[in-house]
């Protein structure tokens, strides 16, 4: 069974400053997706990486995948009070288009 | 992406009843899926919809408790049966298409209470 865990489960940040939240899943996986979701609403897509190696860029998020490691990483550069919301990885659990999500990383950044 | 809509938005129910669920695509979709996500937990798969076909369920949900219909490639309906406070919850769709690397694209969810 895939498990996909994140952490931290909080990070309470200053804007201005970088972070990093991490995803490790358990079994192999070709495809790793980032969401966010602001509080009282749905989710939204950020990336979807799709290869070893993958890194893509949005405004302050940087995602990257390394299927090796099986770990992903989304890295928060300078961030701004904007960013504030939770972050969930997921992962493909092959056969299936379904996905299995990990718990979310909730961000708080304090201006 | 697409536009996905959900009704109703929110309930509040009295035990022992049941609440259908409505997901709405503004096009054509490969796959449908059903997640409960309570209250600052993560998202749990409750079923695929499949068009023409029964849902596939997930380890835990059954067709009697949530039964599920897809009559075609927009639209999926959730029916949450003889509820209890634990149903309370929020309940999204979410889809997907065939060659877009199975993203997933989320409706704005329903929010259940049960009293």
């Known amino acids: 069974e895939l498990k996909v865990e994140q952490n931290p489960l909080f990070l309470s940040m200053q804007e201005g400053k970088n972070y990093t939240i991490y995803c490790n899943y358990s079994t192999t996986s070709d495809r790793l997706y980032w969401y966010r979701q602001d509080p009282g609403k749905s989710l939204e897509s950020l990336f979807v990486l799709l290869s070893n190696g993958a890194v893509k860029q949005e405004g302050r998020l940087m995602a990257s995948l390394d299927t090796k490691a099986r770990l992903s990483t989304l890295h928060i550069t300078a961030a701004v009070h904007d960013l504030s919301a939770t972050y969930f990885c997921a992962v493909n659990s092959g056969g299936y288009q379904k996905v299995t999500f990990g718990i979310g990383t909730k961000l708080q950044v304090i201006p | 992406s697409a536009v996905i809509s959900q009704k109703p938005s929110r309930d509040i129910c009295q035990r022992g009843t049941s609440l259908t669920i409505q997901c709405q695509v503004d096009s054509q979709v490969t796959m449908m899926f059903w997640y409960r996500q309570q209250p600052g937990q993560s998202l749990t798969l409750i079923a695929t919809a499949n068009q023409g076909s029964e849902a596939t369920y997930e380890s835990g949900f059954v067709i009697d408790k949530f039964p599920i219909s897809r009559p075609n490639l927009t639209f999926s309906t959730l029916t949450v049966s003889n509820m209890s406070p634990e149903d309370s919850s929020i309940y999204l769709c979410?889809?997907?298409?065939?060659?877009?690397?199975?993203?997933?694209?989320f409706g704005p969810g329903t929010r259940l209470t049960v009293l």
């Open positions: 979410s889809v997907s298409r065939a060659g877009s690397y199975n993203e997933q694209f």
